[in-house]
């Protein structure tokens, strides 16, 4: 079984701040991890995935995200938020020992940047 | 753009009719995967699709379908259609294992 716990439903942060979007994880073996963004309307878009390697991994739009395995952690950053950040965020599982592909996502946190 | 295309966008009807949704996934992708967004369950996973067959299912409903054919476009049937069916339906598709998947804008089905 896998899933995916994200703990706050919204986040606000004032531009220019730092941001911070938390995911824990579960899996029975290692996971593959996924963080997506959903503006309204729209679809989700991929911003950065974990599969193996350096714990700190760098995406698009000037995020990035933090691999902890003794925490099942996979927090997502970025140094300065812009209000057009302002959006949905989802994180995502899939172990890598499962024959398919399917993901398993959190709730969502919503994050707003104020000006 | 992801080049995954969904349509129609929006689509209303009434309960107890049948509607299709269709999913023509990025070049190259043999993997189409279907969600489903609501209000109140959040994004769940109904079903996928590998190179024509089914690959893994989800919490999909006996009244919903799926089928991905030889050009690799999916079509996702919706059945005895009830209030509770309102919600937002992706179609995702991927290529390599590890890769992300990528998603279109989604179809908006509204039962009224």
């Known amino acids: 079984a896998q899933s995916v716990a994200q703990p706050e439903d919204q986040v606000n942060v004032a531009e220019g701040n730092p941001l911070t979007v938390k995911c824990t994880y579960s899996v029975s073996g290692n996971p593959y991890l996924f963080w997506y963004v959903q503006y309204p309307n729209r679809g989700l878009q991929f911003l950065l995935k974990y599969i193996t390697g350096d714990n700190l991994v760098k995406g698009s739009y000037g995020f990035e995200a933090e691999f902890n395995k003794s925490q099942t952690s996979f927090h997502l950053k970025k140094p300065s938020a812009l209000v057009s950040d302002s959006a949905l965020y989802f994180c995502a599982v899939r172990d890598i020992g499962s024959n398919d592909y399917k993901l398993s996502f959190g709730a969502g946190t919503t994050v707003t940047v104020r000006a | 753009d992801s080049g995954v295309t969904q349509t129609p966008k929006h689509l209303i009807t009434a309960t107890g009719q049948r509607v299709t949704l269709r999913c023509s996934p990025r070049?190259?992708?043999?993997?189409v995967y279907w969600y489903q967004q609501s209000l109140d369950q959040g994004l769940q996973f109904l079903i996928q699709y590998y190179n024509g067959e089914e690959r893994a299912k989800g919490n999909i409903l006996e009244r919903f379908s799926a089928q991905q054919f030889p050009d690799l476009h999916s079509e996702l049937n919706l059945s005895s259609l009830e209030l509770g069916d309102s919600a937002l339906y992706f179609c995702a598709s991927s290529g390599q294992e590890a890769g992300p998947q990528h998603f279109g804008d989604g179809t908006r089905l509204s039962i009224l």
């Open positions: 070049s190259g992708d043999l993997s």
